[in-house]
């Protein structure tokens, strides 16, 4: 069975200081993977996706940036935070090929002050 | 571009009645549809998807019919429980739509004992 984990579960960082979220995916290989983020509230705003090891393609930046160095994992990161980065941050992974359900992680929550 | 429309939140309903949150959805391709549920601190999860029109999908008593002519996909359901409070979300995805899923803005539901 596939299991997909975020680090860390909660952050709360100062303004203007950098990030660093990860997901890890065990049980599958090759999976498609996904960046969301939630405001308190909000709906999901899908911020990226990559489809193999290297190639990340963004959807909405939001001054945030996304790598994925190995097949199983997928790094979301900046290197200044804003206000505006709070929220719930979720990871995401999908079966190769467009029309697949996405399969999300438990999120993290992060908090800017 | 694709979209996805619902029924705007909260919906407040006693345990026992019944449920209906409307979806509408805006495409040129032909999409699979997708119910996702997400409850408080958690990511979203799969509910049931539909690959094909005029087919209904189904889980834990809700259920979605694909209807192509009037580009529907209401979720129903014939009588809540306090457990299903949550927010529900409409989705879409296609051969067009570059790995995203569509999601709609989410519907909340309260169910009262």
């Known amino acids: 069975a596939q299991t997909i984990h975020q680090w860390p579960v909660a952050e709360i960082k100062a303004v203007g200081s950098p990030l660093s979220l990860g997901c890890t995916i065990k049980?599958?290989?090759?999976?498609?993977l996904y960046w969301y983020w939630q405001a308190t509230g909000g709906t999901l705003q899908q911020l990226f996706y990559?489809?193999?090891?290297?190639?990340v393609e963004s959807v909405v930046q939001l001054n945030l940036s996304a790598s994925r160095p190995k097949d199983d994992q997928f790094i979301l990161s900046t290197e200044k935070l804003l206000l505006s980065h709070s929220g719930f941050y979720l990871c995401a992974w999908s079966y190769r090929g467009p029309s697949y359900e996405q399969y999300f992680g438990p999120g993290t929550r992060l908090t800017v002050l | 571009g694709d979209s996805v429309t619902q029924t705007e939140g909260p919906v407040t309903l006693s345990e026992g009645t019944s449920l209906t949150v409307n979806c509408s959805y805006e495409t040129k391709q032909y999409p699979t549809l997708f119910w996702y549920v997400q409850y408080p601190g958690e990511g979203p999860q799969l509910l049931f998807k539909v690959p094909k029109a005029n087919e209904k999908g189904s889980n834990r008593g809700f259920e979605a019919t694909y209807n192509k002519e009037a580009t529907s996909f209401h979720l129903q359901k014939a009588s809540v429980q306090e457990s299903d409070s949550a927010v529900y979300y409409c989705?879409?995805?296609?051969?067009?739509?570059?790995?995203?899923?569509?999601f709609g803005d989410g519907t909340q539901l309260v169910v009262k004992p």
């Open positions: 049980g599958k290989s090759s999976p498609n």
């Open positions: 990559s489809i193999t090891v290297g190639q």
């Open positions: 989705a879409l995805s296609d051969q067009g739509s570059n790995n995203r899923i569509f």
